[in-house]
């Protein structure tokens, strides 16, 4: 079996650029979506009786209250329960030891860490965005944005569509790759996949509407937490990308990120989005719709180019070196902790 952190993280890394995330393999986020789903309706179900049942309670606590507490308890029933089920797992492999056991556990360790990554992913589907309104196939472009987007995608046109690309590159540099990197380094394999489950929590019911204002509050605001350190990571990463790629300002990234990285809603996903918005030399944000609905979102970057597919595809480099340097750096200090 495989115990050096180093060693699986590298067989994983190439193994998530070899093949990404297909949709034929199960996935550990696919369990961890079906268990909040699951999670979600029974304890829904039970506040719903427990409010007709426990009127004086009703009476002492606002409705937003309760609610809060139960979300709490399904993201703490989540988060723990991955981390536990994941450690378990590892454990499992490592006391069950033969040479051929030790072979599949260690394939299975390295499939699992590969999981938590999301490099090509992000690369191949923002790619077919970009190819599709180099073809001037608006219609495509729209529908292959609407899949790694959260905005209404039905009406963008191409420089809207070229934005929103750049936007998610950015953010999900932070989100599928060095967060992931960040907390494996941190606590191993079941750290990485308890922060994939705080991030599938938000994306899932962390969302400010009127079902979720409450109950989602608990996942998004870990999320916020859980995402904090490695949104900042990641936007220097962008800016020491930018150094390394022709015809993008490093130095310009880095002033955006700290002049505009707090315009954004989030306390996360503007830090390396400016990063992005000032490297290309861009403006990124502004209005977007979600659900129907119009949200002015604060404008990030400096113009000084125009959008273009050209620019687009400099944002993938930055994006595939910002993951190789967060790879390389993760496993250097890897290598040094385990020679201590």
Not at 56 to 65: A, S
Not at 192 to 200: C, D, E, I, L, R
Not at 233 to 261: H, N, P, W, Y
Not at 296 to 322: D, F, H, M, Q, V
Request: charged share 15%; hydrophobic share 50%.
């Amino acid at each position: 079996m495989i115990t050096n952190a180093a060693g699986a993280l590298a067989l994983a890394y190439l193994l998530d650029l070899a093949i990404g995330d297909p949709r034929f393999i199960p996935h550990p986020v696919r369990f961890i979506g079906a268990s909040i789903n699951a999670l979600e309706k029974r304890l829904i179900f039970f506040l719903k009786i427990f409010f007709r049942e426990k009127e004086l309670f009703r009476k002492q606590f606002r409705r937003g209250t309760v609610e809060r507490i139960t979300g709490t308890l399904l993201v703490i029933i989540i988060v723990v329960g991955t981390w536990g089920i994941t450690f378990f797992i590892i454990n499992y492999i490592a006391w069950n030891s033969t040479f051929f056991t030790d072979i599949l556990g260690s394939l299975f360790i390295v499939w699992l860490i590969s999981t938590t990554l999301a490099t090509r992913e992000l690369i191949v589907s923002v790619q077919s965005v970009i190819q599709a309104v180099k073809q001037n196939n608006i219609s495509t472009a729209r529908k292959s944005l609407s899949m790694i987007v959260g905005r209404d995608t039905g009406e963008l046109e191409n420089r809207s569509i070229l934005a929103a690309s750049v936007e998610t590159l950015a953010e999900n540099a932070s989100d599928g790759i060095i967060a992931p990197l960040f907390y494996y380094m941190l606590g191993g394999l079941p750290l990485a996949m308890a922060y994939k489950a705080v991030n599938t929590l938000d994306s899932m019911i962390g969302y400010k509407n009127e079902k979720y204002l409450n109950f989602g509050w608990p996942a998004a605001k870990l999320d916020d937490i859980a995402n904090y350190i490695p949104a900042r990571i990641t936007g220097l990463l962008i800016a020491i990308s930018a150094v390394l790629v022709k015809g993008v300002a490093a130095r310009q990234a880095l002033t955006v990120m700290l002049k505009d990285g707090n315009k954004h809603t989030s306390p996360n996903s503007g830090i390396p989005e400016a990063a992005m918005a000032g490297a290309l030399g861009v403006k990124l944000g502004g209005p977007a719709t979600y659900s129907g609905l119009k949200i002015e979102k604060p404008s990030i970057g400096i113009p000084c180019n125009r959008l273009t597919t050209s620019k687009a595809e400099t944002a993938l480099i930055l994006t595939i070196i910002t993951s190789i340097l967060g790879f390389s750096i993760v496993t250097i200090l890897l290598l040094i902790r385990e020679s201590l």
